[in-house]
């Protein structure tokens, strides 16, 4: 059975790379606040955690250009794997961070939507469950809320909504796809009947003309 959705549509991956600049820049907008200036004062895992969130814009932007080709669903999937990994750096890094450790999961939305965009929703729904299952592994380490369901549930219902938005857009563009087909067949097959009746037309035209000529040909051969 094929898992993939296919093609996707060009609207779908320029609302996916609006929605994700923009995520993508609160979070690093908060982290900005959140981290200590100058960057001396940073610690090895301030620094490991803002290289996490470079990598995941990095890991990103690799993804989106791998969706406007077809490239394989392995070398996607890959850094999609990526992005989730990077993503639970960042999260596990910035543990000292109580506001960052409530931030930087937001992105798996980012992810989820890629997802949700590349293969069918049973799948998606899938993946993002085990994103979610990582995410309150590494809290069982680290973090502000270690071994806690409820916030690895609720960013589970946000990347949930992710799927279901992009799920519905996509279903969208592709019933907007399949009604243009159709009116295209509906126009070309109007124009096919349109010229069917013009040369019926014209056949019955051409017939009567015959007949009538032929009865003038007759009657005259009959005078003379």
Known sequence: ???TTGRIPPTLRKQLNVQSLLLLTAVCGITALELPWPLDLWTRSDAAGEAALAGFALAYTVTAS???RDSSAALRGAWLCAQAGFVLLAFE??????VLELTVPALLAV???QVAALVIEPVAIAMIML???ALWAVTLLHGVWPGEVIPA???LALQGCAVILTAATLRAEQA???LARTNAELVSMQSFVS???RDRERLRIARDLHDVTGHKLTALKINL
Do not use: G
């Open 131 to 133: 994103t979610s299952v």
């Open 176 to 178: 907007r796809d399949d």
């Open 1 to 3: 059975m094929d898992i």
């Open 195 to 197: 010229e069917t009746v």
């Open 111 to 113: 992810i989820a939507s």
């Open 93 to 98: 890094r910035f543990d000292t961070y109580p």
């Open 66 to 68: 791998l969706l406007e």
């Open 153 to 155: 549930v609720l960013f």
